[in-house]
């Protein structure tokens, strides 16, 4: 796994590390401490502006949001502010999404969008004209452009911070486009508290992704703007090289320092929304940056998680909670402050003057000059040193406690093999030996499913007496290896005593039911179970049924159930891999997306036999009408017409002022376009300057500060970063050109991030708008979205209207019914860690109270997601659909209001007015 704690590269700990390349950041041993930190930081609801929002705020249900209340944005990035489907601080319903047998989602209309003035997208990429923004609400039955996501801060001006306040001062503004009442179909709050403007809190123009095994990404955000570097300062990563830190080792100055740490798109990803008006932070705040390092000066000093429960068997935080006996939970982490963690995990020049004592820096001198610590008081402008640097401390405890929510223990896992170890005996559980008998009685096959397939070689043979009678017992663990177990597959192929049909048939169920065995004692079917190929004899599947818990002699109605679940999952892997759906050309590996470290720089991966396409960051692809570079592992997919959101074709400023683009693919055509002339928008001075450096910094090779990545998990040795760029064989010699010239077809616009299937039963809605409500209504969007000449009420996508971007890949899906119900199954069922679902162990959590909607006095309404300690929760967590259907009893249900100080016995909130400036 690339994370940078774990392998030993932020403490100097790791095989093959060498000061002379890398930087040590850490002090030794402090690997969980970091994950503990950010585990305080992820959910500390102190962070946000209105002591409310916390990074967990919008990644509380399986790292995702499933809130239904004020939930809609309008079409922000294409410039819209008012809303077509529902008014703000409104309730979503399944009807909004076309109702719960529609295979829509929300309204999508492309001949709508073309009657209304959209224009197809231009030959080079170029998006069409957008729909006439005047005739938006005249299409709004057939389509909108409204995105479901997640609720963040009202709309209030930061006047400055308040010691020791879990609330900083502001302004409400009166007016915010957008999310107030001069929307049409919002007629502000009925029953107005005077003190209260008629605004909401803002929605985000993009969906919210999952957090769960969001270390595997080789970038973050849904347009990849969080770099894979992290510099310690913002998002960007190598793509700024001004961004400075400070270090301090001595004298009356301190140096502006550059970092650059690989694998670390979470923590680019990290500082994000702590800068940002419309998730955490009061507009000119600065998040932890800018130039009044605000977040720093706010959190250092405070008591973690104040106020909030923490469950006292806390994973992570249990030990920290300093529980009496009887005591199951307490408020906050008493008796520490976050800068006794920093000055505990991190090297001292980082944020000390060598003795363990502040350094105060002035901002006159752009925070280098040090002063006495007396000119560092709370309504000063001068900052420490350790406020300075708090954004690298928070980006690098977020990523190591997020790099912890893997969620490799699922039914696809476990038939993949490996996650089983031998236990021949059933002492430390289910046995793994295999003693399959043959239909006619005469042979026995022997197999352990705990140990390896053997590279070659054929079964032992004995004749033995079992069970009263004399058999040929063909026995495989003699040749086992000790390793990784047999997968499924292996063992429906070494089990059968002989080729017949009927034998393997019945060997595939011996394997079945073993591998049943071994499935989390909580899991259950899915909502397309009753519809898939394969039923048990005793009656069809029940959507929801339990499968855990099958034990022998196998003659339970849940080993019937989980045998058949079983051979759906592998079902619905076959078709969802096989060439006619290829969905795994996106969504590959085990991670289920290709939008990876190990996909992109095959880091982790065993090196591919000749003629294979290798990992690269960019790639050549045809799409339908056009051939050109794109950035590896995004797409366009023709969800929404291109121009809505631009998502990786867009631009980013820099910390000199130089405007670059997201898309590496354009990023590594202007700097072969170098020194000559640019196009706009990036022939100013500053932007030409800052792709110099950062075309000098990728030619510069290994050293501290380098843009370099880790040769492999065990060996550390860097080696440098390249923007390589893949050629598929099949594409011939012709057009297999490994560089971008000036003439090239960089191809970007409207590409997204293809994003994990993991844990994705609980992870709607789904697409970067949040569109689709369930996994049935996704599938019909594939099946049909390049079915050109099919009507809106049967495609539902703006293939015509993309076409010039649009994914070749993407074909007319018919596999049958049923094993569309089996491919459902596969996501809903087979990728789902269940000790996640149920929050078990490392998914745990403290409490965190969370904002859904307002009510009629404009009061935001505080709903309670509850402490849970290791042993998880005694219900799974909810569903974004069964949010949709107001079904209840659910964990995260949001039907239990806050219990915390800053709300009333209802939950409403008892802080929305800021304090006055200080």
Same mark, same amino acid.
């Given at each position: 796994?690339?994370?940078?704690?774990v392998l030993?590269?932020?403490?100097?700990?790791?095989?093959?590390?060498?000061?002379?390349?890398?930087?040590?950041?850490?002090?030794?041993?402090?690997?969980?401490?970091?994950?503990?930190l950010?585990?305080?930081?992820?959910?500390?609801?102190?962070?946000?502006?209105?002591?409310?929002?916390?990074?967990?705020?919008?990644?509380?249900?399986?790292?995702?949001?499933?809130?239904?209340?004020?939930?809609?944005?309008?079409?922000?990035?294409?410039?819209?502010?008012?809303?077509?489907?529902?008014?703000?601080?409104?309730?979503l $319903?399944?009807?909004?999404?076309?109702?719960?047998?529609?295979?829509?989602?929300?309204?999508?209309?492309?001949?709508?969008?073309?009657?209304?003035?959209?224009?197809?997208?231009?030959?080079?990429?170029?998006?069409?004209?957008?729909?006439?923004?005047?005739?938006?609400?005249?299409?709004?039955?057939?389509?909108?452009?409204?995105?479901?996501?997640?609720?963040?801060?009202?709309?209030?001006?930061?006047?400055?911070l308040?010691?020791?306040?879990?609330?900083?001062?502001?302004i409400l503004?009166?007016?915010?486009?957008?999310?107030?009442?001069?929307?049409?179909?919002?007629?502000?709050?009925?029953?107005?508290?005077?003190?209260f403007?008629?605004?909401?809190?803002?929605?985000?123009?993009?969906?919210?992704?999952?957090?769960?095994?969001?270390?595997?990404?080789?970038s973050?955000?849904?347009?990849?703007?969080?770099?894979?570097?992290?510099?310690?300062v913002?998002t960007?990563?190598?793509?700024?090289?001004?961004?400075?830190?400070?270090?301090?080792?001595?004298?009356?100055?301190?140096?502006?320092?550059?970092?650059?740490?690989?694998?670390?798109?979470?923590?680019?990803?990290?500082?994000?929304?702590?800068g940002?008006?419309?998730?955490m932070?009061?507009?000119?705040?600065?998040g932890?940056?800018?130039?009044?390092?605000?977040?720093?000066?706010?959190?250092?000093?405070?008591?973690?998680?104040?106020?909030?429960?923490?469950?006292?068997?806390?994973?992570?935080?249990?030990?920290?909670a300093?529980?009496?006996?009887?005591?199951?939970?307490?408020?906050?982490?008493?008796?520490?402050?976050?800068? $006794?963690f920093?000055?505990d995990?991190?090297?001292?020049?980082?944020?000390?003057?060598?003795?363990?004592?502040?350094?105060?820096?002035?901002?006159?001198s752009?925070?280098?000059?040090?002063?006495?610590?007396?000119?560092?008081?709370?309504?000063?402008?001068?900052r420490?040193?350790?406020?300075?640097?708090?954004?690298l401390?928070?980006?690098?405890?977020?990523?190591?406690?997020?790099?912890?929510l893997?969620?490799?223990?699922?039914?696809?896992?476990?038939?993949?093999?490996g996650?089983?170890?031998?236990?021949?005996?059933?002492?430390?559980?289910?046995?793994?030996?295999?003693?399959?008998?043959?239909?006619?009685?005469?042979?026995?096959?022997?197999?352990?499913?705990?140990?390896?397939?053997?590279?070659?070689?054929?079964?032992s043979?004995?004749?033995?007496?079992?069970?009263?009678?004399?058999?040929?017992?063909?026995?495989?663990t003699?040749?086992?290896?000790?390793?990784?177990?047999?997968?499924?597959?292996?063992?429906?192929?070494?089990?059968?005593?002989?080729?017949?049909?009927v034998?393997?048939?019945?060997?595939?169920?011996?394997c079945?039911?073993?591998?049943?065995e071994?499935?989390?004692?909580?899991?259950?079917?899915?909502?397309?179970?009753p519809?898939?190929?394969?039923? !048990?004899e005793?009656?069809?599947?029940?959507a929801?049924?339990p499968?855990?818990?099958?034990?022998?002699?196998?003659?339970?109605?849940?080993?019937?159930?989980?045998?058949?679940?079983i051979?759906?999952?592998?079902?619905?892997?076959?078709?969802?891999?096989?060439?006619?759906?290829?969905?795994?050309?996106?969504?590959?590996?085990?991670?289920?997306?290709?939008?990876?470290?190990?996909?992109?720089?095959?880091?982790?991966?065993?090196?591919?036999? !000749?003629?294979?396409?290798?990992?690269?960051?960019?790639?050549?692809?045809?799409?339908?009408?056009?051939?050109?570079?794109?950035?590896?592992?995004?797409?366009?997919?023709?969800?929404?017409?291109?121009?809505?959101?631009?998502?990786?074709?867009?631009?980013?400023?820099?910390?000199?002022?130089?405007?670059?683009?997201?898309?590496?693919?354009?990023?590594?055509?202007?700097?072969?376009?170098?020194?000559?002339?640019?196009?706009?928008?990036?022939?100013?001075?500053?932007?030409?300057?800052?792709?110099?450096?950062?075309?000098?910094?990728l030619?510069?090779?290994?050293?501290?500060?380098?843009?370099?990545?880790p040769?492999?998990?065990?060996?550390?040795?860097?080696?440098?970063?390249?923007?390589n760029?893949?050629?598929?064989?099949?594409?011939?010699?012709?057009?297999?050109?490994?560089?971008?010239?000036?003439?090239?077809?960089?191809?970007?616009?409207?590409?997204?991030?293809?994003?994990?299937?993991?844990?994705?039963?609980?992870?709607?809605?789904f697409?970067?708008?949040?569109?689709?409500?369930?996994?049935?209504?996704?599938?019909?969007?594939?099946?049909?979205v390049?079915d050109? $000449?099919?009507? $809106?009420?049967k495609?539902?996508?703006?293939?015509?209207?993309?076409?010039?971007?649009?994914?070749?890949?993407l074909?007319?899906?018919?596999?049958?019914?049923?094993?569309?119900?089996?491919?459902?199954?596969?996501?809903?069922?087979?990728?789902?860690?269940?000790?996640?679902?149920?929050?078990?162990?490392?998914?745990?959590h403290?409490q965190?109270?969370?904002?859904?909607?307002?009510?009629?006095?404009?009061?935001?309404?505080?709903?309670?997601?509850?402490?849970?300690?290791?042993?998880?929760?005694?219900?799974?967590?909810?569903?974004?659909q069964?949010?949709?259907?107001?079904?209840?009893?659910?964990?995260?249900?949001?039907?239990?209001?806050?219990?915390?100080?800053?709300?009333?016995?209802?939950?409403?909130?008892?802080?929305?007015?800021?304090?006055?400036?200080?």
């Amino acid at each position: 796994m690339p994370d940078v704690n774990v392998l030993g590269l932020l403490d100097g700990q790791g095989d093959g590390f060498n000061p002379a390349e890398w930087e040590q950041i850490t002090n030794p041993n402090k690997r969980t401490d970091l994950q503990r930190l950010g585990k305080l930081f992820f959910y500390d609801m102190q962070v946000g502006s209105d002591g409310v929002q916390a990074c967990a705020s919008c990644h509380f249900n399986s790292g995702a949001d499933i809130r239904t209340v004020n939930s809609m944005s309008p079409g922000l990035k294409r410039g819209d502010t008012s809303h077509q489907l529902l008014g703000v601080n409104k309730k979503l $319903d399944v009807m909004d999404y076309g109702g719960l047998s529609s295979p829509r989602g929300l309204p999508i209309s492309e001949s709508a969008l073309i009657g209304a003035g959209a224009t197809p997208d231009q030959a080079d990429g170029t998006p069409g004209a957008l729909a006439d923004s005047a005739l938006l609400d005249a299409i709004a039955g057939d389509d909108v452009n409204d995105v479901v996501s997640s609720q963040g801060v009202r709309a209030t001006t930061f006047t400055g911070l308040i010691p020791g306040s879990i609330q900083d001062a502001g302004i409400l503004e009166d007016l915010d486009d957008g999310f107030d009442d001069s929307d049409d179909l919002f007629d502000g709050f009925p029953n107005k508290d005077p003190g209260f403007p008629n605004t909401v809190r803002r929605v985000e123009p993009r969906n919210t992704p999952t957090t769960y095994n969001a270390i595997f990404n080789q970038s973050s955000f849904w347009d990849g703007r969080a770099d894979m570097f992290f510099n310690g300062v913002n998002t960007l990563g190598f793509r700024d090289p001004d961004a400075t830190l400070r270090v301090y080792s001595g004298g009356n100055y301190a140096q502006e320092h550059s970092v650059l740490i690989p694998f670390s798109s979470l923590a680019s990803q990290a500082v994000g929304p702590t800068g940002s008006d419309f998730e955490m932070e009061f507009i000119h705040r600065g998040g932890g940056g800018g130039d009044g390092y605000n977040l720093g000066r706010k959190m250092v000093n405070l008591t973690p998680l104040y106020g909030q429960w923490v469950n006292c068997n806390d994973s992570l935080l249990g030990s920290l909670a300093g529980c009496d006996p009887a005591e199951e939970q307490v408020r906050g982490i008493n008796g520490y402050l976050y800068s $006794d963690f920093i000055k505990d995990i991190f090297l001292e020049k980082f944020w000390g003057d060598g003795s363990g004592n502040d350094v105060c820096l002035t901002k006159a001198s752009n925070f280098t000059q040090k002063v006495d610590m007396s000119n560092c008081d709370y309504s000063s402008e001068n900052r420490t040193l350790m406020e300075v640097n708090f954004n690298l401390f928070w980006g690098l405890a977020v990523q190591a406690y997020e790099a912890t929510l893997t969620t490799g223990n699922t039914i696809v896992d476990l038939m993949a093999g490996g996650m089983i170890d031998s236990n021949p005996d059933g002492n430390n559980g289910p046995e793994t030996i295999i003693e399959h008998i043959s239909s006619d009685g005469r042979t026995m096959v022997r197999l352990d499913i705990g140990k390896s397939r053997p590279p070659a070689g054929t079964p032992s043979r004995s004749f033995q007496m079992i069970n009263g009678r004399f058999m040929i017992v063909m026995d495989w663990t003699g040749l086992q290896p000790d390793g990784d177990g047999v997968s499924f597959e292996d063992c429906s192929i070494m089990l059968p005593p002989s080729s017949t049909e009927v034998e393997a048939t019945a060997a595939y169920d011996s394997c079945a039911l073993k591998f049943a065995e071994f499935i989390h004692p909580k899991a259950e079917t899915g909502s397309e179970a009753p519809n898939a190929p394969n039923q !048990p004899e005793s009656g069809t599947l029940l959507a929801g049924e339990p499968i855990g818990g099958c034990a022998p002699p196998y003659d339970s109605r849940v080993c019937e159930a989980a045998a058949a679940t079983i051979a759906n999952i592998d079902e619905g892997m076959g078709r969802f891999q096989a060439g006619a759906t290829d969905c795994a050309e996106c969504h590959a590996s085990a991670e289920f997306t290709g939008a990876t470290i190990s996909g992109t720089t095959g880091f982790g991966v065993e090196p591919l036999p !000749p003629g294979e396409e290798p990992p690269a960051i960019l790639e050549r692809m045809n799409t339908f009408e056009n051939q050109g570079v794109y950035d590896a592992g995004f797409y366009n997919i023709a969800i929404r017409p291109t121009g809505e959101d631009l998502s990786v074709g867009d631009n980013i400023t820099t910390t000199n002022g130089g405007v670059i683009p997201l898309s590496k693919a354009k990023l590594a055509q202007l700097m072969g376009m170098l020194p000559g002339d640019l196009p706009a928008p990036y022939d100013s001075p500053e932007t030409k300057a800052v792709l110099q450096k950062i075309a000098d910094s990728l030619q510069a090779g290994v050293g501290v500060g380098g843009v370099q990545i880790p040769t492999a998990p065990g060996n550390l040795t860097a080696k440098p970063f390249a923007m390589n760029l893949a050629c598929d064989p099949d594409m011939g010699a012709v057009v297999c050109d490994p560089t971008v010239p000036s003439d090239d077809l960089v191809l970007r616009n409207g590409f997204f991030k293809t994003p994990t299937i993991r844990m994705t039963k609980f992870t709607g809605p789904f697409m970067h708008n949040g569109s689709k409500m369930n996994l049935r209504q996704v599938l019909e969007f594939y099946k049909t979205v390049v079915d050109f $000449d099919l009507s $809106d009420d049967k495609r539902f996508g703006v293939a015509n209207l993309n076409l010039h971007n649009l994914d070749a890949g993407l074909r007319i899906v018919d596999v049958g019914a049923d094993r569309e119900a089996a491919m459902v199954e596969m996501m809903e069922t087979g990728l789902t860690d269940w000790g996640a679902a149920y929050q078990e162990g490392k998914f745990d959590h403290p409490q965190i109270c969370v904002p859904n909607g307002h009510d009629g006095k404009g009061r935001t309404k505080l709903a309670n997601i509850a402490a849970v300690g290791t042993d998880g929760n005694t219900t799974r967590i909810i569903t974004f659909q069964e949010m949709l259907e107001e079904v209840t009893g659910f964990a995260n249900d949001l039907t239990e209001p806050c219990d915390m100080d800053i709300a009333n016995p209802n939950g409403k909130s008892k802080i929305e007015v800021p304090y006055a400036a200080p």
